[in-house]
């Protein structure tokens, strides 16, 4: 029982403020991580893993709302495995409307699985799920130097990874049960010299086919700015080839993207400061403003700071349920920390 002035609001206020600082601590040690040799892609067959999860019902901690902007909160998990390389998440996309997706590592492994959801239409858990290592153009496994993988777009058995520190945008054959070497690697036209060694492409998105791009891949840096401090982009192919740039606000970096029906990029960004620990937002770039030296920008759709059930956010898609609604879902990246965690978040666009 508890005793004395303070009751039962303030000792929650203090637990809630224990968890910030607790999750603040983790991101601090995460900015020590990523100067520190990490785990890379081993000479190994496709691995089988089994995925335990947490519901996480509520995105707001603390609150039962669902609706966040245009976004309503469908449900989430928090995803553990006892697989040695499972985590590092950072992109990913769906290939069908029941849940099966393919994914990049930064530790250089290709991932599967399917997310499955209950009777109510909330996630409820990860299966089928299964690793394998991305291989370079002569069959072998990398180094983290070669295969930081950050960007993935799937069109048909089509599969663009895109890479850092060693940039490049690498084509592969879809075959989940194989995945073989490279088949090529694309023109990426930003020059290699404006893209900074851990700030290169973390966005590679297949543009609708019926949208003013017509289908065409897009690629976007995490930050790799030029003078006037935008981020460098490009449309790789069609009618609207070249280079462009999206707009920076507020220090926050672009950690994925995908494209809405409608032709707009939905894009993830991450900030990270010392007062206020770790946030994650959702920017819509309005489709005409991707043009050949343009600088292409949009409105906020919604923040996350740490009183959300967010972590290291660095994977979205876009993605249509069976009954036609349009689904925005997002992954988190652990590092390979212990004290991150690997988060699933799934919504829903709410068109008004």
């Known amino acids: ?3 004395g002035p303070r009751g039962a609001c303030a000792v929650g206020a203090d637990l809630a403020r224990a968890r910030v600082l607790v999750r603040l601590g983790l991101i601090l040690l995460t900015v020590g991580l990523a100067f520190l040799p990490q785990a890379t892609a081993r000479d190994a067959p496709l691995q089988n ?5 947490r519901p996480i019902a509520n995105f707001r901690i603390g609150s039962s709302e669902k609706r966040f902007g245009p976004l309503e909160f469908i449900g989430g998990l928090e995803m553990v495995s006892r697989g040695r390389d499972f985590g590092a998440l950072s992109s990913f996309r769906f290939l069908t ?3 099966q997706f393919i994914g990049v590592a930064d530790t250089g492994f290709w991932f599967f699985g399917r ?3 209950d009777e109510d239409g909330r996630p409820s858990g990860v299966a089928d799920f ?5 291989l370079d153009g002569v069959g072998n496994t990398g180094e983290k130097w070669t295969t930081d993988a950050e960007a993935i777009a799937v069109r048909g058995d089509l599969v663009a990874v895109g890479f850092e520190r060693r940039h490049r945008i ?3 054959r879809l075959e989940p049960n194989q995945m073989g070497a490279p088949t090529g690697n694309r023109d990426f036209l930003v020059p290699a010299r404006e893209l900074r060694t851990n700030r290169g492409f973390e966005t590679i998105a297949f543009a609708p086919e019926d949208s ?5 891949l897009v690629a976007v840096a995490e930050r790799s700015i030029d003078e006037k401090g935008d981020v460098f982009a490009a449309v790789l192919d069609g009618p609207l080839k070249g280079i462009f740039t ?7 970096d672009i950690t994925d993207g995908a494209f809405l029906p409608d032709g707009d990029l939905l894009l993830l960004e991450r900030s990270f400061s010392m007062s206020s620990g770790v946030a994650m937002r959702l920017r819509r770039i309005t489709a005409e403003t991707i043009r050949p030296d343009g600088v292409a920008d949009g409105p906020v759709l919604f923040a996350a700071d740490m009183s959300y059930q967010i972590d290291n956010m660095e994977a979205l898609d876009v993605w249509q349920r069976p009954d036609g609604a349009t689904m925005v879902s997002l992954m988190s990246d652990d590092n390979h920390s212990i004290l991150q965690r690997n988060l699933y978040l799934e919504f829903r666009l709410v068109e008004e």
């Open 246 to 252: 999206v707009a920076r606000r507020d220090e926050f």
């Open 170 to 172: 690498a084509e592969f």
């Open 212 to 216: 003013p791009l017509a289908g065409a």
């Open 49 to 53: 893993l089994s995925i335990d999860t």
């Open 97 to 99: 409307s029941d849940g």
């Open 130 to 134: 299964k690793m394998s290592p991305i």
């Open 115 to 117: 997310i499955s959801h």
């Open 1 to 3: 029982m508890l005793a």
